[in-house]
């Protein structure tokens, strides 16, 4: 994803790099490594001197600390780490309090029309059971993904419930039948796949699916960048790609 962003930066025209944050063993490896005239650099603080946002897609220990210094710093934050723990989700509210901060699970456009769909369905269709199912390159660590949790938190806002209520993990084994209003969950891992979701609405003979299909990353790129324009001049606070697209 960082060279995915930084060749969409490449190529736009009305963006900047001043600086490459990678982590300190990675900047051995890539000490002499330039982009868009910048070094990569494992200074985290004196790469924000120059900055006015910074795009984070780390790992969720790195994020949340950083969001920390760029809140110290008054720069603005886009972060599409996913897999924070309950800790690091504070701490990045509680950065939030202090400088404006764009999250979400998914940087997609697409993804993002895709959530408000999701809730409309949900709210639409009371009594169809809802089952999320998404697929990822055999190298993703977390489960299910960032996305998935995004489009199952959408579902339950169009339910007016909290996720955490009514969610569902893995099903194995003899269980019992399945509890009215849950949302299920399930996660397959394999190959390169980018990021594939599909949201299913089933109720008495009919089922509706809802899906994206994410096929280059430079989708995320270019998503997380538009949300890097936007936020410049926000009050503090914690956005989401929806405030993003309106």
Known sequence: ??????????????????????????????????????????????????????????????????????????????????????????????????????????????????????????????????????MHHRMKADAPSGTALLLGKAAAEGRQVALDDVRAGVRQGHTAPRAEGSIGFASLRGGTVVGEHAVIFAGPHERVVLSHAAEDRSIFARGALTAARWIQGKPAGLYSMRDVLG
């Open 1 to 134: 994803m960082g060279r995915a962003i930084l060749q969409a930066i490449a190529e736009s025209s009305d963006l900047q790099l001043t600086a490459a944050i990678v982590s300190v063993r990675n900047a051995a490896s890539n000490s002499g490594a330039g982009w868009c005239g910048v070094q990569a650099t494992s200074d985290a603080a004196a790469a924000l001197g120059e900055a006015d946002v910074v795009v984070d897609f780390s790992r969720p220990a790195a994020s949340a600390m950083l969001a920390e210094l760029a809140a110290s710093l008054h720069v603005a934050g886009v972060i599409g780490t996913t897999g924070f723990s309950a800790d690091e989700e504070r701490r990045i509210e509680a950065a939030a309090r202090q400088t404006a901060i764009v999250k979400s699970g998914n940087m997609s456009l697409g993804v993002t029309l895709l959530a408000s769909l999701v809730q409309q369905a949900a709210r639409a269709l009371p009594d169809f059971d809802i089952e999320i199912v998404e």
